[in-house]
Each structure stands twice: as structure tokens, then as C-alpha cells.
């Protein structure tokens, strides 16, 4: 089916104009096209079309957990309420706190994320059946002993033959926890398993200073160095947060193509005490992309705030307001930086369809000055009007079908798997 | 008029009750109430009634500006960005830009605010037109010489004459802008302008850096010795920012009952290189309020937004993920612990009728465990539904009259504004 976005406004092109999409991926822009009889055709007046967001690190389900355990201390929170909720989570759960998160994110502009969690089966049905794009990260912990280890490895065997099923949407990927909840021995396993399968690896790496001072305790080295000796950096791995890279890191995480993803409302909202060193990670040509972590530590999955904090933050810890400009916040939010997330974040024929559509008419972007400006410190998620993912509208007007029973279904689960453990 | 919300949810009550609203009062709150005939019913089915927010500090006109000079540094913005723009703004432009603001502000909760601008008549008509309540700040600078101060101090005086005339949710305020831009003389006639009017002072303090280095090589101390000096410090005074204060200023402020608004925004924004001090200053028990800023450097005045911020910011400070817990940065950004600012933030009978009705269905409100917890780190103001103000009906279903032209008068006058400076 082919589709066209009629008065499209794009950034930089005064006049309206039209964007044909055809098997999911942009055909023709322009005035005056040839359009077939049978194209759907879509009105964008008083809207501008920008490239979809990419979420490069969250843990969907965890929409299950959001407002189970603000403002408590991390260990507090992760034993005392995530943990034991965690124990007691379905696949039937994960998909369902799944289903929530990508009505979020659909919501939000997001149109592809990179995710970590367990029950992938659970996340591929639900990202399958929302139409959003997604790396599903194979949870592996074994911070509980041998045998949490070599389950999380028959789970991650299971999911890789499953996968392909769920179609290309949808990418299988690796996700050892930390440093600190996996053994060197199971990393290595896990960047075997990610070469054996041509698959992407994806941890959370440095994001606490204890984190930091217990690898140099236990291993004698940082944890960017502990990781390249089990084989783990390299150009298909993902690190989450890295707020204490030090610089002899940095250079090693750019020799060997890594990429780092930024999650700073999470980092500010758990105190880890430190601020993602950007100026030293871009100076060296590392790639980079912006994560909103799960709903249990943001709480929001919408990257248009995630946006507004990752620019204050930046022009705050670079003591420097003319630091992360809007245009530039905007470009890493697309994934521009980042190709690893997949997403070119780049209108042009022959790009994959995975498109916003942005009501420029709300109070909160006006008047028009600045577009970017007007996007990233005054717009939500809220400005977006309709979501398109590989030519196929996922949102119009804000409607979402299906929402109220996730809503319901979502309620009462968190509430099961909540009240047990309070 | 009697206005009764059924079904309503407090926080803290299990089951649904009946709100009835008087002569702009909350009158009764139960069930099975009593309620005369031609009362005007209102369904909250499905909605969190919660007292309106207050913002203690902003420029609402600004609005004009927003988006015109971001990612500037503080000098540069001032002198080639907003100083020009402001000298060609007229009172109906200042009249426009409130509007917008006012539009901006119901839409995400803000019922009252403090506000710092020119052309207050166009600000007070604005404010009466929205329903808000607003402190309207006439503001009073001299830094291009003795007549600028002379045509404010005219400017203040015609107003205090008229403030009456735009009625009782209109109090008139004086804004001497900051001790670097108003000379010790006419920050003393400021305070005796104010005592003799029995109105309240805003002034912005200790902002930056080099505000307070100024003061001590100009004037030998710190700016809160400098303004109480000059008569300026009392339970009348606001002063907004307040970053760099030391334990001798804030114990002043303490002892002399001023309060201080937060901005954090702006803060990190302008890249100011600190953070509000909210322990030092909550410790003192000095009275604190939360403030959006002008939208030329925020750029949203959704306070909701704000809220996390504040929350995050005092957490990453404070190097505590248990400070700022959610429930007392609400209470903040309520007004209960700012007297002054006229908020009492209480849902109870004979308390001013300033709610809003909070949408709990949205998806990023789901599931419903904890409702501070969603409210500060989840929603944005995009989940106010109904904004009542002196029982009067604001907005109803996200809906505002008059919206449209709005939109039109502001893109205009702000085109014609910032291109002459461009």
C-alpha cells in the first residue's frame, strides 16, 4: 500500500510537500508528483514532518514497576522492591508491561528502542503487535549463582531460534547485566555467543563510582579494560550510562567502535553522583545515543524530555550554555550518532519510513522561531500527532487502539506483583 | 454559582466523593451531600483532584521570545537577543504574550502566578481575561541611566492606581530586576514604594557567579547584606534563584522572613555552574516556592516539568536519591511552603476553590501505585483534564476558549519583534 503525507512541512524547506511512502520506505518528496489512484493519502497541514526517536536503552516491561520505589537508596531499591517483584514476573506480565511501554513511546515519538530484559518472547509479541522497531536484549544475571547463569543461557538459546519468527522488525540481542551481576566467565560466554550469532551486545557499564572502585578491588583494572579482555568491546557492543569512563577508557571504547548511550534523568534521579563526560566521549569520535532507562527509574519513556535533560545537564556539567545545542540534542535523539541503533534519523528517498508527524500548533510551540528550540525545551512527547514506523501508521490524532485494555490489564498485574512483596 | 464535582478521587481517601464549590470556595466535600437544584454538576469519574501549582517566578510575555536566542551565553543573549527585542515591545504585544502564557499555564495546572514585566496594564488585563491569579510585577531598572529609573518609577506609580480596577485575583508587586541593573537608591525608594503601598518586593538574587563578586568589589559584602541595607529584606520579599547565597546570607533571610523561588531550569540552562542550595535553605526554615522562568529561558512553563527537575537536580546535588522525594516537591510547587504566595495548597471546606482534575488513565500515569510518584516523575501537564481557578472553570477537557487567535497575534508580533533584531 502506498501512502502520502500531503502539506508536509519539513525543517529547512519553506514550502509545503508532499512524501509518497512505499513498501515502508519513502519514495518520492516533493510538489507535484505522480501520485497512484490507489494511495492512501494522508492530510499534514499545519504539521512538520521530523525522523522518529530512538530509545537506545530501556527496559520496557518495567512500565510494571513505575512508582514501586521512588526516592530510596539504589541497593534499597533494588532488593527490597525490584528484585522480589521481579521474581515473580510472568511472560504473560512482560508482555503486557511491554504493550504499555510501546503505547508510550508511540505516544512520545519513539519509533524503535534497544531493550533489556527477561522473557523476550513476551517483549517480541508485544513490539511484533505495536509496530514499533526493536533490539530485544536477552537478560543474562548469574549474580545468584551457577545456576541463574545457565538458565539465563538456555533462555537466550531458546529466544535466538524463536526469533526470526517475530520478522525483521525485530533483532535479537545480548544483554549481560553489569560487571558486578556477571561473572567473567559468563561475559565471555556472552561475547562468544553475540559472535557466533552475529548478534549486538548491550551492558550497563560504569554507572556508579562503586561500580568502578569494586573492578579495580576485584579485577585490578577498570571496567572498560575488564571488559576488552573478555572480548567484549567491540564495534557490535552498547554501553549504558558510562558517567566514570576515565579518559585511558575513552580511548580504548573508540579504538575498538563501541558505542555509549547517555541515560541522564535516571543517572540525576539515582544520585549516582556524576554526569555523562560528553566533551570527552564526542572528542573522540565515540558514537552516542540517548536512553530514558526503564519506567521504574525515569519514570517517563518519553525522549522529548529526555532531550530538554540530556541538553541542561550537558551545558550544566560543561559550565557552558552555548554546550548540546538543540540541534545537535535532536540529531543524537535520531540516532545520527549512533548507527548501531538503526535508525539514519534522515528524510530522503529511499530512507526507511519512520516518521512523526508534529502538531506546530500547540501553545507550547509558539510562536515557530526555532524549530529545534521549540522541540527540544518547550515540546513533550505531546506534540506528536502521528507516528509512522516502515510506512504503516501506528498513531493518528493521538489514538492508539487497544489502550484501555492495556491500561486495565497492566493495573492489575502491577498491583499483584507489587502488593506481594510491600 | 454553585459548582459540584461528583465522583472526584482524593488522594488519601478511598472512595469517590462530591466537591461542592461556593462563591469561588470549596464548601462541602463527601457523599450524599446535600446539594441545592441548580447547582452545575460536574463528572471527575476517572479523575485525581489535586490543589493547582504555583509559579513563584516567571516573565509571562516572554512567551514572545521563545525560541529566540537559545544555546547563548548569558551576555550575548541579553544584549543581542532579548534587550532589543524587549525595547520594541508595545503593551499590546506584552498583552499577547500574557495571553499565551495564561493559556500555557492553565493547560498544565498553574493557577496563580508571580510575574516581573513592563507594560503591567497589558499583563493585568491578560490575567483578568485568563481567570488566573497573579501577582503582577512591575519592574524597575536604571542600568542605561537615572531616566530609565524615572520613567519606571512612573510607570509603577500609574499602575498602583489601576491595579484595583482589574479586581481581587490581581495584586500588584514591585520588580526591581537585580542589584546589578537598579542602583542602591532606587532599590530604596523600592522598598519604601512598597511599604507604603503594603506590596510585595521580587527581585532576582545571586544568580551567577559573578553577580556576587561584583557586589563584594562594588559594595564590599555579599548581595543579601546589599539589599538589606537597603531596607529590601522583610516577610514582603521575594527573591528568585538564589544559587550562590552562603550560610551568612541565608541565615539573614532567615531572620528577616523572605522567601526564596527555585528555577532550576534556568539554571542549568543559562549554565549558571550551580544548584539551588534547598537544604541549607530548607534547614533554616526559610519559605521556598518553585518558578518556570521566563519562556525565553526554560522554555516551557509547564510546572509539571519543572517539578521533576527540581526533584532530580536536588538529588544529583545532594548526592541522595532520597532527597526531594516526590511528595515534597508537590508541595513545593502547591505553594505550602511559600506563603507568600497565596497558595495554601489544601483541598478542605472554606479554602479557595483553585483544583485541578488530573487524568489517571493516561499511560504514563499507569498503573496507579503511587500517585506523587507519577505525578512529579511521570506526567507532564499534558494530564490536567479541568483547571478551576476561584471556582471558575478555566479549562474543561483540555479545551480554552479564544486559543486560535491567540496563536496568530503571538507568531506575528513575535515575527515582527525578533526578525527587526536578526
Redesign the interface.
Known sequence: MTLCLDNATLDGISHPVSIVIKDGLIDQIGVELAIPDDTLRMDAQAMTVIPGLVNGHTHAAM??L???G?????ME?LTQRIWPAEARLSEEDVYWGTR?AT??MI?SGTVAFQDGYWHCAGIARAVQESGLRAAVGMGMVDAQGVEQGESCKKMAMAFMEMAPHFGPRIQPLLFPHAIYSVSPENLRWCSRFAETHGINLHIHVSETVREVTDCLNRYGMRPAFHLDRLGFLHERTILAHGVFLDDTELDLIARRGATLITNP?S?????V?GIFPYERVAARGIAVGLGSDG?AS?????LF?EL??F???Q??A?????????ALALEVAMGRHAPILGQTGIIAPGQPADLLLIRT?D??M?????LA??LV??A?G?VVDTTIVAGRVLMRHRVIAG?EE??QE??A???RI?LATS
Chains 1, 2 share one sequence.
Open positions: 512500565t510494571l513505575r512508582g514501586a521512588d526516592d530510596l537508596r539504589l531499591w504499555l503505547i508510550e505516544r534523568t543517572n540525576l534521579k539515582l544520585a553522583g519506567a525515569n519514570n517517563s519513556l518519553d524530555q530538554k535533560t541538553a541542561l545537564v551545558k550544566h560543561q559550565k557552558d550554555p552555548t554546550a548540546m545545542p538543540a500548533s501553545p507550547e509558539i510562536p515557530p522561531l526555532h528550540s521549540n525545551y518547550a513533550t505531546h489502550e492495556v491500561r497492566v493495573t498485574r502491577a498491583r507489587t
